[in-house]
């Protein structure tokens, strides 16, 4: 129904900046609630960012607020995470995942709230 494709992480230095982005495919965009999730070596999968199916309201960990921000381009079926002041905590395989939405459009921050998932791309930064 939905394939997502993350790409855009790599290698960056403490207090640098990068832009996440997931190309979806399938399904209309528009019924999907969005999320972003990170996992560092050894830790479970964390919550990064979400929005509702109609991109209307969004939420972000407290470790990421005023930092990262979330947002899309119907017109590109993509989903990004712009990532500023960036800290060696952020290290971690950035996930992209879509949760079908048809009968209400609030926001998702559980992992095992989510249908599809990306295979992931890396974030590395140094100090």
């Known amino acids: 129904q939905v394939q997502l494709v993350e790409s855009g992480g790599g290698l960056v230095q403490a207090g640098g900046s990068l832009r996440l982005s997931c190309a979806a495919s399938?399904?209309?965009?528009?019924?999907?609630?969005m999320g972003w999730f990170r996992q560092a070596p050894g830790k479970e999968r964390e919550f990064v960012s979400n929005m509702d199916r109609s991109g209307g309201s969004t939420s972000y960990a407290d470790s990421v607020k005023g930092r990262f921000t979330i947002s899309r381009d119907n017109a590109k079926n993509a989903v990004y995470l712009k990532m500023n002041s960036l800290k060696p905590e952020d290290t971690a395989v950035y996930y992209c995942?879509?949760?079908?939405?048809?009968?209400?459009?609030?926001?998702?921050?559980?992992?095992?709230?989510?249908?599809?998932w990306g295979q992931g791309t890396q974030v590395t930064v140094s100090s």
């Open positions: 995942a879509a949760r079908l939405s048809l009968l209400d459009s609030r926001t998702y921050a559980l992992p095992g709230e989510y249908n599809y």
């Open positions: 399938g399904r209309t965009r528009s019924s999907y609630a």
